[in-house]
């Protein structure tokens, strides 16, 4: 069975411009959530999807946003870029939303976003 | 809110000797605890996890411990290799917060 895949793999942007990044999840997975890892922050979530609809959001702006399709795909999206969004952004996919069932969560190999 | 503590963030062993990377939670509600590893350049990977209905689990050279009642749990690696270096992981999670709780990270290098 494939992993979680995510593309690109690595981006690079001005300040400024909008990024969307993409997800496809294990297939079967229906829940899909969005990291931010940074060198300073660890792992930081950004939010989680299931069947289509947001179900949980971290801490972060409005700039960041996301969606999910009906084959559970999902894209998130960065407007107004800023340096600080620079970063590492991973997606893990699970069978049911994480909490629920003790459901593990499996990564993707992430993207690695360089905002100049 | 929910929080997972990790200790040491950076470890330092001779290859062959083991590692031990400890974790506190603070939701006594948690019952679900997975480890990962991060490689350089790569995405956190699975490599072993814990349900709170067990006290202790083991796969090969890795095991894991839980301490429900102090919340603590542990990951274990014994005669480790050069492989072994990376970044792990500890989270926690439980139904009443529905996303996954991640420790700050430990720094794992062996020297052969």
């Known amino acids: 069975k494939a992993g979680v895949t995510q593309t690109p793999r690595y981006l690079i942007k001005t300040r400024g411009q909008q990024v969307t990044l993409s997800c496809s999840p294990i297939s079967g997975h229906r829940s899909v959530s969005w990291y931010q890892q940074t060198p300073g922050q660890g792992l930081q979530f950004l939010f989680e999807?299931?069947?289509?609809?947001?179900?949980n959001k971290g801490n972060f702006p409005g700039r960041f946003s996301g969606r999910q399709f009906s084959n559970s795909r999902s894209e998130m999206n960065v407007s107004t870029l800023e340096l600080g969004d620079s970063a590492l952004y991973l997606c893990?996919?699970?069978?049911?939303?994480?909490?629920?069932?003790?459901?593990?969560?499996?990564f993707g190999p992430g993207t690695r976003l360089l905002v100049l | 809110g929910e929080n997972v503590e990790q200790h040491p963030s950076t470890l330092s062993v001779q290859e062959g000797d083991s590692a031990v990377i400890k974790c506190t939670y603070s939701d006594s509600a948690s019952n679900y605890f997975p480890w990962y590893k991060q490689e350089l350049g790569k995405g956190p990977q699975l490599i072993i996890d814990?349900?709170?209905?067990?006290g202790e689990k083991k796969d090969q050279r890795i095991a894991v411990t839980l301490n429900k009642t102090a919340k603590h749990f542990s990951l274990h690696i014994t005669e480790t290799q050069p492989e072994d270096s990376a970044v792990y992981f500890c989270?926690?999670?439980?139904?009443?917060?529905?996303?996954?709780?991640f420790g700050p990270g430990t720094s794992l290098s062996v020297i052969p």
């Open positions: 893990a996919s699970s069978l049911v939303p994480p909490g629920s069932l003790q459901e593990t969560q499996y």
């Open positions: 989270a926690a999670t439980g139904i009443a917060y529905d996303k996954v709780i």
């Open positions: 999807y299931f069947s289509e609809t947001q179900r």
């Open positions: 814990i349900r709170s209905n067990v």
